[in-house]
């Protein structure tokens, strides 16, 4: 499909959208946590998909009544994550719509990852020169469900919110593109192309 006839611009989630990095971070997770005694059921993981990782620490620390140096439990999971990045493959279907749009569209990436995270896994799937923007975790005080990240993603590429297409795997990711008023494509409904690849 070409959305250039129907949107101004598109803006693709990292995590699960561009890559299929998701079981590879549960890893992460699992390992890191359980170092500390914080417990973190795999489908509570998927629900939490798009918060970044100090705020999800944060949250299961508070629940399990657990104490710990949040930024360094989070940084020793991002250490782990990059351990393995070179097992993070694409996510074809998502991919193709990315190159079958360069230079016909304005593209971001917008995630709640942390910059550096991101920028390391675009670069492993060679897609790093697509888009024009990338918003992180950094760059804004409110993460996904709130707009933030989506409505600033738009405003550097110079497009109404209006005028987006977002491409998300998680329900948090959605609503966050919603309440930007932004219109989206769930990628978990994607099948991968029928030639097997990029």
Same mark, same amino acid.
């Given at each position: 499909m070409n959305y250039d006839q129907t949107h101004q611009a598109l803006i693709f989630d990292c995590d699960g959208t561009l890559t299929d990095s998701m079981p590879i971070h549960y890893v992460a997770w699992r390992t890191?946590?359980?170092?500390?005694?914080?417990?973190?059921?795999?489908?509570?993981?998927y629900e939490m998909g798009g918060i970044p990782t100090d705020k999800i620490i944060e949250i299961l620390s508070l629940e399990q009544g657990v104490v710990g140096d949040v930024a360094a439990?989070?940084?020793?999971?991002?250490?782990?994550?990059?351990?393995?990045?070179?097992?993070v493959e694409p996510n074809r279907p998502v991919c193709e719509i990315a190159i079958g749009h360069h230079r016909r569209m304005p593209m971001a990436v917008a995630s709640g990852g942390i910059r550096s995270v991101v920028i390391d896994q675009l670069i492993r799937i060679a897609m790093r020169d697509y888009f024009e923007t990338i918003v992180a975790a950094e760059d804004t005080a409110l993460h996904k469900p709130e707009p933030d990240v989506f409505l600033e #993603? $738009?405003? @550097?590429? %110079?497009?109404?919110?209006?005028?987006?297409?977002?491409?998300?795997?998680?329900?948090?990711?959605?609503? #966050? $593109?919603? @309440?930007? %008023?932004?219109?989206?494509?769930?990628?978990?409904?994607?099948a991968p192309p029928a030639d097997g690849g990029f």
């Open positions: 890191t946590l359980a170092r500390h005694g914080i417990e973190f059921p795999e489908d509570r993981f439990i989070a940084a020793e999971k991002e250490r782990a994550f990059l351990e393995t990045i070179g097992d #993603a $738009a405003k @550097r590429l %110079g497009v109404s919110p209006k005028g987006c297409l977002v491409f998300e795997d998680t329900d948090i990711g959605i609503e #966050a $593109a919603r @309440r930007a %008023g932004m219109d989206f494509v769930d990628v978990r409904t994607m």
